[in-house]
């Protein structure tokens, strides 16, 4: 199996807000050496959400168009 096949099968596994974390991570404008893009994604904080509030997160994220996220937050009552 190659590194990206690999790469692929690891993000296929990780819950949304881990993916939005490393996306962010990835995403950076400034380049980073290895140790602090590995340090960044070990400080990276998750988010505790229940089974009912990520699965309403990942309906909303399938929906066309964006909503902001603060709209987002009123209409999953966080």
């Known amino acids: 199996m190659s590194?990206?096949?690999r790469l692929h099968e690891i993000i296929d596994m990780?819950?949304?807000q881990e993916i939005h974390a490393l996306l962010t991570l990835l995403e950076s404008q400034q380049p980073v050496s290895h140790e602090e893009f590995a340090a960044r994604l070990r400080g990276?904080?998750?988010e505790d959400v229940d089974?009912?509030?990520a699965a309403a997160i990942l309906a909303a994220e399938a929906e066309p168009g964006e909503i902001p996220h603060d709209?987002?937050?009123r209409q999953l009552g966080l």
């Open 51 to 53: 089974d009912g509030t």
């Open 44 to 46: 990276t904080p998750g």
């Open 14 to 16: 990780l819950p949304p």
């Open 71 to 73: 709209e987002l937050k």
């Open 3 to 5: 590194d990206l096949d």
